[in-house]
């Protein structure tokens, strides 16, 4: 089955071909690392471990690189106070590097409690500054840069005269871009609006800095993963990922680099996650419209009713495409633990089913085997293959039931595909008890037991029911709706 893919650059599905046989190069934009990651942010990257499994069970080998930002990413090419870091820094009083230590602990905690694999490479922008300061040198031999009072800019008009076409991937008109700019902060350096930094001149305020060809400064954001990318995957290579909204500029700008800079389109298969919102929203740090994924697996928090497991959080985001937005509430996230439950239920059962060669089946392996990886060939179109997984499973309650029958040979297939798919594919865990619900239950029971030895006024009773369970990390809140429960 040929695997295709969605790439933002044509606008298409086409057939994926690597550029070195069955070996892929794959790139995806890492976080900025000045904060703890929101929800959203874990759905691009956990998309992306989706597509990094997938093309890994397709057979591919896969280098795949995905970068730590943890220098510069400004806000916009204006003065200092729109660096992250330094903003940052300033806020919790520490270090530059403490504040990147800590949010990339935080950052990797995070994906691990959601079964994300790790990258075969995660290489830093502030390991790699030499290798920006050559870029930037080389961009401006060849013409395409220039240096204005200690910053170098990319000259975008100069890129465009020589026919290369920036706003080929946003699909934006150069002309538009220039008719609508508003005149920032800093422009005055630039010959034009849409001019983006290389490097910026470091103000005295900027504590993180190195030195250079022009002066003392830090590199521009877009810069770091086109020296990144390039250093490890190669002039050219076959997947560039990030997040919808990093389309334009940054990756337009990546893609202006490449080309000045080697002569070749730096990427053949652009792809872009969408996005994460509540309550219709965006998911987002400056909006205030975003959760932590603790809050969410530890139940603290406004919007959900009850806590939810990281398996179970993983299901509902490959519950939607990739491509499309996925809105979190209370109710999708219920009904997607029903599911998953009902998914992991039938994967224990199947480890008892008898087969029987006598009798024939009506449910064909080999068909839902097809369907199954036709979705999953079809742009890694995780909700058609989910839907078809649900198949199998009412089949194996059929099995269990008494009401089908399958063969030797077919019941362990059914095995190791589903196996696969499950667990290799869509990187889901058997939540021991997934009967969460389980859990759930007898907690409540045992709040009943307090509530009523608390009536009665048997106070030793109910404290040692409470301490009895911080002792194993449940804690017990008490509140004027009613006692609930923190899983620590
Ligand atoms: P940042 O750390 O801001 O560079 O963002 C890290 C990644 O998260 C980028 O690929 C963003 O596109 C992505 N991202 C940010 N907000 C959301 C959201 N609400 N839903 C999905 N992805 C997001
Ligand atoms: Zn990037």
């Known amino acids: 089955m040929q695997l295709k893919i969605y790439n933002s650059l044509s606008g298409e599905k086409e057939v994926f071909t690597p550029i070195h046989d ?127 009072n200690g910053s170098v800019y990319f000259d975008v008009l100069e890129y465009n005269k020589r026919g290369l076409n920036y706003g080929e991937l946003s699909k934006r008109n150069i002309e538009e871009l220039f008719a609508n700019t508003r005149d920032l902060d800093g422009q005055g350096e630039k010959k034009n609006p849409q001019d983006f930094a290389l490097w910026k001149k470091a103000s005295p305020a900027h504590i993180m800095r190195w030195n250079s060809p022009w002066g003392e400064g830090f590199p521009g954001w877009h810069l770091e993963c086109t020296a990144m990318s390039t250093k490890y995957l190669g002039d050219k290579f076959d997947i560039h990922g990030g997040g919808m909204d990093l389309k334009f500029p940054h990756h337009e700008c990546e893609i202006a680099q490449g080309k000045a800079c080697n002569e070749v389109e730096p990427v053949n298969y652009w792809m872009h996650a969408n996005m994460l919102t509540m309550n219709a929203q965006r998911m987002s740090k400056s909006t205030g419209n975003y959760i932590l994924p603790m809050q969410l697996v530890s139940g603290e928090n406004d919007f959900f009713e009850k806590p939810f497991h990281p398996s179970i959080v993983r299901f509902s985001f490959l519950q939607a495409h990739y491509r499309s937005v996925l809105d979190i509430s209370n109710d999708a996230m219920l009904a997607s633990e029903k599911g998953f439950n009902r998914l992991m239920d039938a994967v224990k059962i199947l480890q008892n089913i008898q087969s029987d060669d006598q009798k024939k089946s009506v449910f064909s392996l080999e068909d839902w085997k097809n369907k199954a990886y036709a979705a999953l060939t079809d742009d890694f179109n995780s909700p058609v293959l989910i839907a078809h997984l649900f198949e199998a499973v009412k089949y194996i309650f059929a099995l269990n039931d008494g009401k089908e029958t399958i063969s030797t040979a077919d019941l362990e297939d059914l095995k190791s595909t589903l196996n696969a798919l499950v667990f290799d594919v869509l990187g889901l865990q058997n939540v021991e008890e997934s009967n969460n619900d389980k859990l759930d239950q007898t907690l409540k029971v045992l709040i009943e037991l307090r509530n009523q030895a608390r009536k009665s006024k048997n106070f030793e009773l109910s404290d040692q029911i409470r301490d009895k369970l911080l002792a194993e990390g449940i804690e017990l809140k008490d509140s004027r709706d009613g006692t609930t429960y923190v899983l620590n």
């Open 22 to 148: 069955k070996n892929v190069g794959m790139y995806v934009c890492g976080p900025t690392v000045y904060s703890n990651v929101h929800l959203g942010n874990v759905r691009t990257f956990l998309s992306f471990d989706f597509i990094y499994r997938s093309l890994m069970h397709l057979g591919y080998k896969v280098r795949y690189v995905r970068n730590i930002t943890d220098a510069g990413h400004l806000t916009d090419d204006g003065d200092v106070n729109n660096d992250r870091f330094v903003k940052q820094t300033r806020l919790e009083k520490l270090e530059p590097m403490e504040i990147v230590q800590k949010y990339t602990v935080d950052f990797h905690k995070v994906l691990e409690m959601f079964n994300l694999l790790p990258p075969n490479i995660e290489p830093t922008a502030t390991g790699h500054i030499v290798e920006q300061i050559e870029l930037t040198e080389k961009l401006i031999e060849k013409g395409f840069a220039y240096e204005s």
